[in-house]
């Protein structure tokens, strides 16, 4: 499988798109096939190496996934192959393949946009969750917003409106007066003065850092809290960005002036924090039945990674970074035959004289016209036998090539049928 890969920490020259293997999911995990995962500052900031208490380099990011199930592990029964689910993984995600652990699985509605439903997992979690849970806005409160046109100011901003809040926050995007915002531009600081005259906010997010918590905690009211929930001011002016630790404790130890009336918390959304599930199976649900929208700034595919990198904090379009991985689950499949064309010569590939190790799970992706051609294991079972396999959760390989009879005459062709076949139908030019 590919994936992306932190080789060192540095600028986007070191990030690459390595294959490897991936190992069968353990006991209580779940392999996916990822359709799709998510850029944003947190990629920049962990390819600076300068992500609070991140993995050291070599590593590979992908805070969110969506994809199907492709293997079940050793007790896992809650999803069945081919299940379109989405996790927050915050590592790992931007892969071919990713094994996740079962319980941290939600499954994605029928008919839901896979992008805006993969930018929800983080940018809409993270933005309800600090609204209702770490400010409690209220209708009626005003809130500043800092990016109110990024992913998660953008998900604060509509989630705002749908508490009834006043929204007010930074932004160079003047159309965002539209949707019932009052935005200030950033390069200057006349939102300052503007919130105070206004006689302040009842929460303010920010997702800046050092200088801006102070510049955010002054705008607050009497009984208003100041949420941070990043560092990301030196991804967006590509500064050296100094250790959070500093940063956060400034932040916290402004609740040592309880006489001020004002109250200061730091975010950070967890996958197994007590709401987490709830909390996002709920937005799935106001993302099915169109409550929510989830606007995607731009879509990259995997290989296409340093471009987006470097055009994170460049684009005039607002909403999420998606970046496309699979459409479907024939990656694998792809993959068996581009290794049997390469271990294999001329002249054995015209006499078929072998078969592709696939995987059973991945059976299914196998184009409808081929069935034929398939002859599967060392008995020769057919196409029924091994579905049948299949959805029984079979695991472990099986082999595909030519039935016997038709091996002499037509050996190579099931395999260029396959590969064109699987290439029309997906629209996509994997190599092969
Ligand atoms: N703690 C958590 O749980 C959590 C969860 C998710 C994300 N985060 C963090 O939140 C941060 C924001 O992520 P995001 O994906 O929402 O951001 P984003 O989509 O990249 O948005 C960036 C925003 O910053 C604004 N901006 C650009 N340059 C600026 C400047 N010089 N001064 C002030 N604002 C500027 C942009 O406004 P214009 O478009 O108007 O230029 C835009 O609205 C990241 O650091 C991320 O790691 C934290």
Request: proline content about 4%; aromatic content about 10%; glycine content about 10%.
């Amino acid at each position: 499988m590919k994936k992306v890969v932190i080789t060192e920490f540095g600028d986007v020259s070191k990030l690459a798109i390595v294959e490897c293997n991936l190992p069968e999911p353990a006991a209580g995990e779940v392999q996916l096939s990822v359709e799709y995962s998510i850029v944003l500052g947190s990629d920049v900031n962990m390819r600076r190496g300068t992500y609070p208490f991140q993995k050291k380099a070599p590593l590979t990011p992908g805070y969110s996934v969506l994809g199907t199930v492709r293997l079940n592990g050793k007790g896992c029964s809650k999803f069945k192959v081919g299940d379109r689910v989405a996790c927050l993984s915050k590592y790992e995600g931007q892969a071919e393949l990713i094994n996740l652990p079962e319980r941290f699985l939600v499954p994605v509605p029928e008919g839901v946009d896979r992008k805006a439903a993969v930018a929800l997992v983080l940018d809409c979690v993270t933005a309800y969750q600090m609204l209702r849970h770490a400010a409690d806005v209220k209708s009626g409160q005003r809130i500043f917003i800092h990016g109110l046109s990024g992913a998660v100011g953008g998900a604060l901003l509509s989630l705002g409106k749908i508490q009834g809040a006043q929204v007010f926050g930074t932004t160079k995007h003047e159309e965002l007066r539209t949707l019932g915002a009052v935005p200030f531009d950033y390069s200057n600081k006349n939102w300052i003065t503007a919130m105070q005259e206004l006689g302040g906010g009842d929460a303010v997010f920010d997702p800046l850092g050092f200088e801006s918590f102070d510049e955010s905690y002054s705008v607050l009211r009497k009984g208003g809290i100041l949420v941070g929930y990043g560092m990301n001011l030196p991804a967006l002016t590509k500064r050296a960005r100094p250790s959070a630790f500093p940063a956060i404790l400034k932040l916290l130890s402004k609740n040592l002036f309880f006489w001020s009336g004002k109250r200061t918390t730091f975010f950070g959304v967890r996958r197994s924090s007590k709401n987490f599930m709830h909390d996002l199976e709920l937005l799935f649900e106001w993302l099915r039945s169109g409550n929510i929208s989830v606007p995607i700034k731009a879509t990259f595919r995997l290989e296409e990674i340093q471009k987006a990198h470097r055009e994170y904090a460049g684009s005039s379009r607002i909403g999420s970074i998606v970046i496309e991985i699979s459409r479907s689950g024939c990656v694998a499949i792809t993959q068996a035959i581009k290794r049997a064309f390469e271990a294999t010569t001329y002249h054995s590939f015209l006499q078929a004289d072998f078969t592709l190790p696939i995987h059973i799970a991945d059976i299914r992706w196998l184009p409808h016209k081929l069935k034929p051609w398939h002859s599967f294991g060392t008995n020769h079972a057919n196409d029924r036998g091994l579905e049948h396999r299949r959805r029984r959760g079979a695991r472990g390989h099986a082999a595909i090539g030519p039935r016997t009879g038709s091996r002499s005459h037509y050996g190579s062709l099931p395999l260029v049928w396959l590969t064109r076949s699987i290439q029309t139908r997906y629209q996509k030019s994997y190599k092969v």
